[in-house]
């Protein structure tokens, strides 16, 4: 297929998408976002075709919300190696990295992005997925697990939203969809390749600041499902804890506000309007904490908790 008869990045051919990201750029359709992507470095194109095989191409005749460009360049002292440097709309955002991790760069400079620049939507520091319609909201702090989880039961049948972002309009109208590659860290990915062969897993990039990580490729119908939101129905708030038997228990909304609220990226900047939209998924939403060790017996619990409520 030509480049301009192809519809998606997978479709493609790896020449093809190499050297359409080293000269013009790539624009994706990443749920609500347009992005831009421009890489001139070495062992990007292949994991970047794959992980956003399922992503709509865009045309250059729009304005994207953020032009990302990720290039290596030399450091010549102490010695001279290679590292990446990561652009914005032509700004620098922090200083040159290690060249080994290109890739997990480009996705943190995506993070960047939305997390400055959609400042109109409440933003959720959360995993969401959805099921029947509803949707499940986990917000938590790093180390959580929740990442992981997410990555499980998006290979069980929920569809994916984000592991990173629940992103909401203040005046209603559900969370939406936001699905991109999922970051696994360390140990993490050992344990999806085992729980979900069939996921696709990029390389490992080791010695990042949050250890060795690999991103999973959101499954094909989360990509497809891109464009529909979906209302909360559950709040789990997720903690992972090495050895611990499953313990699950319903919160008061009174917690699940004030612990939503603390894992929004936007709530004091938004004000009011914040308020009224944590008030409202809280209302609408059965709440609970979810302490796992296992992801058999994690899922289990979510398969559960959506057949007593959905039927």
């Given amino acids: 297929m030509s480049a301009q008869q ?81 652009t914005v709309d ?57 990442t992981t989880l997410c990555a499980a039961l998006a290979h069980r049948g929920w569809r994916l939203f984000s592991d990173e972002f629940g992103m909401m309009r203040t005046a209603g109208g559900g969370f939406l969809p936001l699905p991109r590659p999922m970051p696994l860290k360390n140990a993490s990915i050992a344990v999806i390749r085992q729980f979900a062969p069939e996921a696709w897993i990029g390389p490992e990039i080791a010695g990042t600041l949050k250890g060795t990580v690999a991103h999973v490729r959101p499954p094909a119908g989360s990509v497809a499902g891109a464009q529909t939101p979906a209302p909360a129905r559950w709040i789990v708030f997720p903690r992972w804890q090495a050895g611990a038997a499953l313990r699950v228990r319903e919160v008061a909304k009174g917690e699940a506000f004030m612990r939503t609220a603390a894992n929004a990226f936007n709530y004091e900047l938004l004000g009011e309007s914040a308020y009224v939209a944590v008030r409202d998924i809280i209302t609408a939403s059965r ?25």
């Fill in 6 to 86: 192809a519809a998606t990045v997978g479709e493609l051919n790896p020449e093809q998408l190499a050297s359409r990201l080293a000269r013009e750029g790539v624009g994706v359709r990443i749920g609500p976002l347009d992005v831009l992507f421009r890489v001139r470095a070495d062992g990007i194109a292949p994991p970047f075709r794959q992980l956003y095989a399922q992503h709509p191409l865009l045309s250059h005749d729009r304005v994207f919300s953020g032009h990302l460009d990720l290039r290596e360049v030399w450091q010549w002292r102490p010695r001279p190696h290679r590292k990446v440097r990561f």
């Fill in 90 to 146: 032509g700004q620098q955002p922090h200083e040159n990295m290690p060249a080994a991790q290109g890739l997990a760069v480009l996705e943190w400079g995506l993070n960047l992005v939305i997390a400055l620049r959609f400042q109109s939507f409440l933003m959720l520091h959360a995993a969401v997925l959805e099921r029947q319609g509803a949707a499940v909201v986990m917000p938590a702090q790093p180390g959580q697990g929740k």
């Fill in 287 to 311: 709440c609970f904490e979810l302490v796992y060790s296992d992801l058999d017996s994690a899922v289990a619990a979510f398969e559960r908790l959506a057949n007593d409520d959905l039927g």
